[in-house]
């Protein structure tokens, strides 16, 4: 019981709490930009892999179902690894920024380029799935009052699509906040990474000298909390948007 209590008093040791809060709101913001570049890559890659099947244009569909079968079909943690070995550091980055050393900021980037490679493929798949579900003689029906295909797709695909994939994509929202623990493996100061490093230092923070066997449960059941909150959030705006769809066709 005592041990349990000394664990709890971690979080009210100096710096602690606001440590373990900032490494949150990295965990979002990560999450956020893997998303918003995601999509944005994502569709581009669903429009051309669906679309560019002519003489003229099937290289960039064979490009774009390239790059979406090799990272969709291959360990998100492999690609961290590899970026961080491989990818270089922009000169901006080589310095303090957003609290954070040149050695941070580097390490951020290079996690949040894994991540976003591999949820953009993600995200294409999911897109295509919406461009399969429109009907084609919209294509044709379109083109008769004399839109261009770019106009076309502007203009009428691409809003129906986003409306058939919301609740898919806010899925895989979810599913890219958890994915973005993995960059905990290379020191990334996201909320794991930094439940980690708290944990390492337990013994400074809870008064007995060791590190306890309640420290790991307290201290990644915070972790837990924050994930489980976060997610289960977010689950709620899935449901409550699906139903949303439904009731709309």
Request: proline residues 3%.
């Amino acid at each position: 019981m005592k041990n349990l209590e000394a664990s709890f008093s971690i979080f009210s040791m100096k710096g602690v709490l606001p440590f373990l809060l900032r490494g949150v709101a990295f965990t979002v913001v990560i999450s956020a930009v893997a998303v918003l570049i995601g999509v944005v890559f994502g569709y581009l890659l669903a429009i051309a892999r669906n679309y560019c099947t002519k003489k003229d244009n099937r290289i960039l569909g064979i490009l774009a179902t390239i790059y979406i079968e090799v990272f969709r079909n291959t360990p998100l943690l492999l690609w961290i690894f590899i970026c961080l070995v491989f990818l270089p550091i922009p000169g901006f980055l080589k310095q303090k920024m957003l609290g954070l050393s040149s050695v941070e900021a580097g390490l951020l980037f290079k996690g949040a380029f894994a991540l976003i490679l591999f949820e953009s493929s993600v995200i294409a798949e999911i897109v295509r799935g919406g461009l399969n579900a429109i009907p084609a003689g919209q294509f044709e029906a379109a083109k008769s009052q004399g839109f261009s295909s770019v106009q076309t797709m502007i203009y009428i695909i691409l809003p129906q699509v986003y409306h058939k994939i919301v609740p898919t994509l806010l899925s895989q929202v979810i599913s890219t906040i958890k994915d973005s623990s993995y960059l905990a493996n290379i020191a990334i100061i996201e909320l794991m990474a930094r439940t980690k490093q708290v944990l390492a230092n337990a013994n400074r923070y809870n008064g007995t000298g060791q590190i306890n066997v309640s420290d790991v449960f307290v201290l990644f059941g915070f972790a837990f909390a924050i994930y489980f909150i976060i997610d289960f959030t977010l689950s709620i705006i899935v449901r409550r948007t699906a139903k949303k769809e439904l009731r709309a066709r």
